[in-house]
């Protein structure tokens, strides 16, 4: 990370964006720093992605439960505290939850 003055974020006044799932919604607060995608996402109950993502992340869970399931059939469980990371081509993966979940994620 380069050129990315000290600053703070008030996340609750950063605008949510809806980005439906095969089921559910998404909701992402998004800021961006120097080509550095930092977001709040908010998963309702019930979602599942639309699609297999292949974007390098650094996701830490702050409430609920996420699954995250990789192209080669892996499963991994995030509760809160808990993050995983993965690179850009690395390992597609896609979320899903039953009961919501809050992240934080940096891309």
């Known amino acids: 990370m380069s050129s ?3 600053g703070t974020t008030d996340w609750s006044a950063v605008e949510a964006t809806g980005h439906p799932g ?3 919604t998404a909701t992402w607060r ?15 109950p019930g979602y599942l992605a639309d699609h297999w993502c ?3 992340h ?4 702050l409430e609920g439960e996420l ?3 990789l192209a080669d059939g892996r ?12 690179a ?3 390992e597609a993966h896609r979320s899903r939850t039953t009961t919501g979940a809050r992240l934080f994620v940096v891309d």
């Open 54 to 56: 292949s974007k390098g």
């Open 4 to 6: 990315i003055p000290f």
């Open 88 to 90: 850009d081509g690395a």
């Open 22 to 24: 095969e089921t559910g």
């Open 67 to 69: 699954h995250t399931e």
């Open 58 to 61: 650094i996701l830490l869970c």
């Open 75 to 86: 499963t991994v469980l995030l509760r809160p505290g808990m993050s995983y990371q993965v």
């Open 30 to 44: 998004t800021r961006t720093f120097n080509g550095i995608r930092v977001r709040i996402v908010e998963y309702s």
